[in-house]
């Protein structure tokens, strides 16, 4: 089955950085881009960056742009996204999702991972 | 940035009833890269329309989308429970990719 699978909830202090891993199963990895969503506490869906997964090829959200950076390791079919200088707006579920390369709509996407900052 | 802005906020209304959700776009949509996608209560996004006007994968034919430009509109003809969640649309057209922000679809 096609699954992508994140990893788990974190607690972090304003200040620190995270780092959420996405591991894909079921099809090539390097056939589509990896993009993150991130969605705050009763909020809609907000758009951070997509990754390439063959060629690393980024876009970031301007929004984000210096303190977020999307990796991926065709090794192990995963990706990771990594923000830094938490701030306690940063509290959200962070959802990796897949779209066809070229094509930037979302047909598979992670449970998502809660990430909460707070003091 | 395209700002998506989804009417009406709430939507309420019986199984079996037509829905009809708009998104409509602050500019025009490059090339109708618009999608849509449901949610339901601690679940991830699903992918319900895509290009304005195609079907996802596994996605009933009682799904619809339609517009272009600026305007577009889901179109679900007949309800079904597992219809009520709250609906997003998604611009891909132009970066950075936007979100309106959502029609919830609840059950009168």
């Known amino acids: 089955q096609i699954h992508l699978v994140q990893s788990g909830a974190e607690v972090k202090k304003p200040g620190a950085s995270v780092k959420v891993s996405c591991k894909a199963s079921?099809?090539?990895?390097?056939?589509?881009?990896i993009t993150w969503v991130r969605q705050a506490p009763g909020q809609g869906l907000e758009w951070m960056g997509w990754?390439?997964?063959?060629?690393?090829?980024?876009n970031y959200a301007p929004k984000l742009q210096g303190r977020v950076t999307l990796t991926t390791d065709a090794s192990t079919n995963s990706a990771y996204m990594e923000l830094r200088s938490l701030r306690s707006d940063d509290t959200a579920v962070y959802s990796c999702?897949?779209?066809?390369?070229?094509?930037?709509?979302?047909?598979?996407w992670g449970r998502g991972t809660l990430v909460t900052v707070s003091s | 940035e395209i700002v998506l802005t989804q009417s009406p906020g709430t939507l309420s209304l019986s199984p079996g009833e037509r829905a009809t959700l708009s998104c409509r776009a602050s500019q025009s949509v490059s090339s109708n890269s618009l999608a849509w996608y449901h949610q339901k209560p601690g679940q991830a996004p699903r992918l319900l329309i895509y290009g304005a006007s195609s079907r996802a994968t596994g996605i009933p034919d009682r799904f619809s989308g339609s517009g272009s430009g600026t305007d577009f509109t889901l179109t679900i003809s007949r309800l079904e429970p597992g219809d009520f969640a709250v609906y997003y649309c998604?611009?891909?057209?132009?970066?950075?990719?936007?979100f309106g922000q959502g029609t919830r679809l609840e059950i009168k």
């Open positions: 990754i390439s997964a063959y060629s690393g090829d980024t």
């Open positions: 998604q611009q891909y057209g132009s970066s950075p990719i936007t």
């Open positions: 999702a897949r779209n066809p390369r070229g094509h930037w709509y979302f047909d598979l």
């Open positions: 079921g099809y090539t990895f390097t056939n589509y881009d």
